[in-house]
């Protein structure tokens, strides 16, 4: 961030100077102690599991200038440092980026691009910092900074010559997405998809499609919503938002940008991109035809933003890194695939994966290493169900499923196989943790065999991934 004094920074978030001039100067505002350094300015988060506060004396050994609490009696009563008292912290580091970003837009124009979506987010943001980077300068979120603390870290590092910022919006609960569009209001609104993705928290597909909306609510009449229109929620989300609404669709010729010509292989996949009557031709280095969608959604995230594209700036997805732990693929030397996807899961996105592993068609064996779905709540034995109930549909030829949490996959395949016996036979290996799942395939992978790895973020499956690479 640009230095500004402590005494701004406690205009910013209603604070008050409790030790100190004011005139100090702060370069920096830090969550965590380890990473305090000189001109920093400590603020003491609490959070369910730890509690800043515990950290202020280490914050002014490494340097702090000044710190920012909501228990006064937290600060060594030696400490010779400034001090900003709020009442409640969290709230105090979203107004300070708020601040700080209206400064920074007094001083010259920058526009907002936020992206939401129960899947397929933090994919489309790349894709969308990877094009407009080919031609301005970007600021874009880190790959898991999309909450109430994220958003505001990420906004604190932007600088005068940033001319968008590009960030991705989560929700766990109604009122997250709007509170974070007061801290930073966008010019554009993505919404990828509505799924189940945490509707153990939300309680309900309906209250995912509300909390998600709330990103193209706060769009003024001159901002754009960029929608799915294959997306059940379409039709409703585009009656909840003023903005100018623009469309993609993985078919749809009505809409403002649709895909042709769809070639998926084991490299990635390449499409016909029709935007606004102008056709380009797309290749993405990553798997699944899911990510054309998301291409489609970037891509016009970015004419919203410039105006219009041209195809210098959709080269950007031939060579742009895709997110770590998404359909990334690994070769061993001995011929073994492995696909990591283990970021996260939910019901839509593991069926995607699944879509993903199915392209292998020359592949000795297609392996599904599966765990638990979290936060489905009380549709989670049935959603697991389900999911192993079609696994044959994608052409697995073994399924290990890992932990009692998704223990449900394996009576689904289970029940599948018996009801059509004709069908292409499935097996199912059953395993409580991530090191039996190693353990099981280093006994029975060989040469030519691809394992797809997915599950949720929780379950840390990664750690199969990363085993059966050393």
């Known amino acids: 961030m640009l230095a500004t004094t ?10 008050k100077i409790i030790s100190g001039s004011g005139d100090e100067i702060i370069t920096e505002i830090a969550t965590d102690s ?7 300015a400590f603020i003491a988060l609490c959070g369910e599991r730890y509690d800043g506060h515990q950290f202020i004396a280490d914050a002014i050994a490494r340097g702090a ?62 894709m969308i910092s990877a094009i407009l980077g080919r031609s301005t300068t970007v600021l874009s979120s880190p790959e898991s900074y999309n909450n109430e603390i994220g958003i505001p870290i990420t906004l604190l590092n932007l600088l ?43 309680g309900s597909k309906d209250a995912i499609e509300k909390a998600k909306g709330e990103l193209i609510e706060s769009l003024d009449e ?42 998926c292989g084991l ?36 004419v919203a933003v410039k105006g219009e594209i041209d195809e210098d700036d959709l080269k950007a997805l031939e060579s742009f890194e895709p997110p770590k732990m998404r359909m990334q693929l690994h070769e061993r030397s001995d011929g073994v695939t492995i696909i990591n996807d283990a970021y996260n899961a939910n019901p839509e996105s593991m069926r995607a994966a699944l879509q993903g592993l199915s392209l292998f068609k ?48 394996a009576n689904g395949v289970r029940e599948r196989m018996k009801r059509n016996p004709t069908k292409q036979q499935l097996s199912v290996i059953e395993v409580e943790n991530a090191s039996e799942a190693v353990d099981t395939l280093k006994r029975i992978l060989r040469s030519g065999d691809v394992v797809l790895v997915k599950a949720s973020r929780a379950v840390e499956l990664e750690r199969v991934v990363k085993q059966l690479l050393e």
């Open 267 to 302: 490299l990635g996949v390449s499409f016909d991109a029709h935007v606004l009557g102008r056709k380009f031709t797309v290749k993405l280095p990553m798997l699944g035809v899911h990510n054309v969608s998301n291409a489609l959604a970037a891509i016009l995230a970015c």
């Open 65 to 126: 200038k000044a710190v920012i609490v909501q228990q006064v009696d937290a600060i060594p009563k030696d400490a010779n440092v400034s001090a900003i008292v709020v009442e409640d912290t969290l709230l105090a580091l979203g107004a300070i980026a708020h601040s700080y970003l209206e400064q920074m837009v007094k001083r010259s124009s920058k526009k907002v691009v936020a992206v939401t979506g129960s899947s397929g987010k933090t994919t489309t943001k790349v």
């Open 222 to 263: 001159d901002g754009y919503a960029v929608l799915n229109a294959d997306d059940g929620s379409f039709e409703r989300l585009r009656a909840r938002t003023r903005a100018r609404v623009l469309t993609f669709s993985m078919s749809n010729p009505q809409c403002d940008a649709f895909a042709s010509n769809v070639h």
């Open 362 to 409: 020359g592949a000795k064996r297609r392996i599904a290493v599966l765990g638990e779905m979290r936060e489905l709540g009380e549709i989670s034995d049935e959603e697991h169900f389900k999911l192993g109930f079609e696994l044959a549909d994608y052409d697995v030829n073994l399924a290990i499923v890992v932990g009692d949490g998704a223990r449900q996959i």
């Open 160 to 202: 005068p010559e940033h001319n968008v910022i590009v960030l991705e919006y989560a929700t766990r609960h109604i009122g997250d997405i709007a509170y974070l569009c007061r801290i930073a209001k966008p010019h554009v609104g993505v919404i990828t998809n509505i799924g189940k993705a945490h509707i153990g928290l939300l």
């Open 34 to 40: 380890r990473a305090v350094k000189s001109g920093s």
């Open 6 to 15: 402590v005494r701004e920074i406690a205009q910013w978030c209603s604070g």
